[in-house]
């Protein structure tokens, strides 16, 4: 229930307007700040969500697969440059970016990762970097600028961000083939 106050405290303070200027002026600040905190989110309301409607969780991701490709699917769709442009020009993709990302990007991810199997986690861990791979090319290689409300420096700082996340993620995946999995 704590957990679930501190993400309610943490949702209210990010959707303050200044806050969402504020967070959406740098795209890196975006990509890599908000947009990982709604899924923090998210995480945090997963107990109180569990407590409330533990059928729903039983029945809908027994082994965690389906909640994981949700996760998956979520975190895909907002790598879309589009999607950050939208999401500052429209109020509706802005809103559908503060319930998704929490409660369809967050919730899944908590409550289908203790259910995967080690096999499973390493493909996460390697379809996540290399998608984080494949942005960071076309933020760094694109010729033109792919979002309007940004400028192309903050484009190219992103893809190098994404660059360098996806190389430690890629770094921790080789660990684990190294060190058992004592979970």
């Known amino acids: 229930m704590k957990q679930a106050i501190y993400g309610f405290v943490i949702y209210i303070f990010m959707m303050l307007p200044p806050v969402i200027v504020i967070s959406e002026s740098n795209m890196v600040i975006h990509m890599h700040m908000q947009m990982p905190l709604l899924i923090v989110i998210g995480m945090l309301f997963t107990p109180l969500l569990k407590q409330k409607f533990p059928r729903f969780f039983e029945k809908w991701n027994a082994n965690g697969i389906p909640g994981i490709i949700l996760f998956l699917i979520i975190l895909s769709y907002w790598m879309i440059p589009r999607m950050m442009d939208e999401a500052i020009a429209s109020p509706f993709v802005e809103a559908w970016k503060f319930i998704s990302l929490p409660f369809l990007a967050g919730v899944p991810l908590r409550e289908s990762w203790r259910k995967l199997t080690p096999f499973v986690k390493k493909i996460v861990y390697v379809?996540?970097?290399?998608?984080?791979?494949?942005?960071?090319?076309?933020?760094?290689?694109?010729?033109?600028?792919?979002?309007?409300?940004?400028?192309?420096?903050?484009?190219?700082?992103?893809?190098?961000?994404?660059?360098?996340?996806?190389?430690?993620?890629?770094?921790?995946?080789?660990?684990?083939?190294?060190?058992?999995?004592?979970?």
């Open 127 to 183: 379809f996540i970097a290399v998608l984080f791979g494949l942005m960071a090319w076309l933020y760094i290689a694109a010729p033109v600028q792919l979002c309007n409300n940004y400028l192309i420096s903050q484009q190219k700082a992103l893809g190098w961000t994404f660059l360098f996340m996806g190389l430690c993620l890629f770094i921790y995946f080789i660990q684990t083939l190294f060190i058992e999995d004592y979970e």
